[in-house]
């Protein structure tokens, strides 16, 4: 099991052009561990509107009664792409922030997937 600050260091080092990645508390909403490469990146805010859309995610499958778990959200802006990937659990997850041009979206999903599963 890896630690939250470990998960970064794992991720920053096969996606050194990222924009930002942290491991959020699912519940609250805050950075266990993260990292931006951008000087004015807000990477606590972005982590807290981002616990939004997982939470907005889950109430939805419940109220759909859906026998189902959100694995990744994937939201695709102008220039970049914003990857939301749970832990096994379900109580943290990793928030990246990649450019879409020069990202491959596979590679950095099956990035997000190897580390996510690692968690504790």
Known sequence: MA???QTIKDILAELPTLLAVAVVETETGMPLASHTNIADFDIETAAAYNTEVVK?????????KLDQKVQDILLTLT???HLLKLSPTGDKFIYL???ARDTN?????????MHSSSLN
């Open 105 to 113: 979206l596979a590679q950095a999903r099956q990035i997000m997937k």
């Open 97 to 99: 922030a990649v450019n």
């Open 56 to 64: 907005a995610k889950l109430k939805a499958l419940a109220a759909l």
């Open 3 to 5: 630690t939250p600050k």
């Open 79 to 81: 220039d970049q792409l």
